[in-house]
């Protein structure tokens, strides 16, 4: 089954402990995203990769960090949270950078910082 | 900068209703503009799309209008049930940045 799995699910933490969610898709898609969705404030671009070792900042990157070794995995890093950063995270991917395919998102990853 | 805006923020219908949401986007040069479907607890899943060279398109219950002169896109879902009840995001493919620019997403609720 065509996927994009994303861990864990649900998340709390305390202001400063790092920790990486997990993102995992098995399309063989180059392009991967990481948004994140507020009330009133849609789904914003955090970062994204148009494939291996390529990534670029989107449009809310202040906070966060990316890698993109190998093509499958897109991990999202948060080295120092703060609570400004609790939101709800998806992760998706697609064929192409945005023109006209489908992007495939996650389950998403609920993040609380407290 | 690039935005797409999108209203209203929630809809309510009785069941068997027709339910519109629009959007309007600022790049001109935008030419795809896909609609998702965010159930609860799940992450947004496209349900149609259309791209800038066609005015209208349908699927069964659901249809997507674009008129490029005005910079609208419009998602119309016919005889709604409850299961329609979800959040629905518009976006536009900027030209410019080439990555979608999602609206801030529509709440239907469709009461049986």
């Known amino acids: 089954e065509a996927q994009v799995t994303q861990n864990p699910r649900y998340l709390i933490t305390v202001t400063g402990k790092k920790l990486t969610v997990t993102c995992s898709q098995n399309m063989n898609h180059e392009y991967m995203s990481w948004y994140r969705q507020d009330p009133g404030l849609g789904l914003r671009q955090i970062y994204y990769?148009?494939?291996?070792?390529?990534?670029d900042k989107g449009d809310v990157p202040e906070g966060y960090k990316v890698s993109r070794k190998e093509k499958r995995n897109f991990p999202l890093i948060l080295e120092s949270p703060s609570p400004n950063q609790t939101s709800l995270y998806f992760c998706a991917s697609s064929l192409s950078l945005g023109r006209g395919t489908e992007a495939f998102f996650g389950q998403g990853t609920r993040l609380t910082v407290v | 900068g690039e935005n797409v805006e999108q209203h209203p923020s929630t809809l309510s219908v009785q069941e068997g209703d027709s339910a519109v949401i629009k959007c309007t986007y600022s790049d001109s040069a935008s030419n795809y503009f896909p609609w998702y479907k965010q159930e609860l607890g799940k992450g947004p899943q496209l349900i149609i799309d259309i791209r800038s060279n066609v005015g209208e398109k349908k699927d069964q219950r659901i249809a997507v209008t674009l008129n490029k002169t005005a910079k609208h896109f419009s998602l119309h879902i016919t005889e709604t049930q409850p299961e329609d009840s979800a959040v629905y995001f518009c976006a536009a493919s900027m030209a410019a940045t080439d990555k979608l620019i999602f609206g801030t997403g529509t709440r239907l609720q469709v009461f049986p």
């Open positions: 990769s148009m494939n291996v070792e390529v990534t």
